[in-house]
């Protein structure tokens, strides 16, 4: 089994910085990818950014070049750096883990807004 736990989330102004993070404990493997999804009211949960062990990244579309994914695998911990945010950015963030299973976290709850 893998705890997550998540924090860093809030409300922010357009155009504002926030930075996730997420921890993980129990069953960690050596190789895993761990990532953030999010959920915004009414729709389903899409794929914001994810990262790997061995140094793979993958972004939505719709956050390259303002999210920055990044991970301390000396600490299990993997960060969502969110920059030049936008209202569409809201929702609940997931943090996720994925060695032998998929595991996810509590979410933590983002809203751009002015």
């Known amino acids: 089994q893998v705890q997550l736990v998540e924090s860093g989330g809030g409300l922010v102004q357009p155009g504002g910085s926030l930075r996730l993070s997420c921890a993980a404990s129990?069953?960690?493997?050596?190789?895993?990818?761990m990532g953030w999804h999010r959920q915004a009211p009414g729709k389903q949960r899409e794929l914001v950014a994810t990262?790997?062990?061995?140094?793979?990244?993958n972004y939505a579309d719709s956050v390259k070049g303002r999210f920055t994914i990044s991970r301390d695998n000396s600490k299990n911990t993997v960060y969502l750096q969110m920059n030049s945010l936008k209202p569409e950015d809201t929702g609940v963030y997931y943090c996720?883990?994925?060695?032998?299973?998929?595991?996810w976290g509590q979410g933590t709850p983002v809203t751009v807004s002015s």
């Open positions: 996720s883990y994925y060695s032998r299973g998929l595991y």
């Open positions: 129990g069953s960690i493997f050596s190789i895993n990818t």
């Open positions: 990262t790997s062990t061995i140094g793979t990244t």
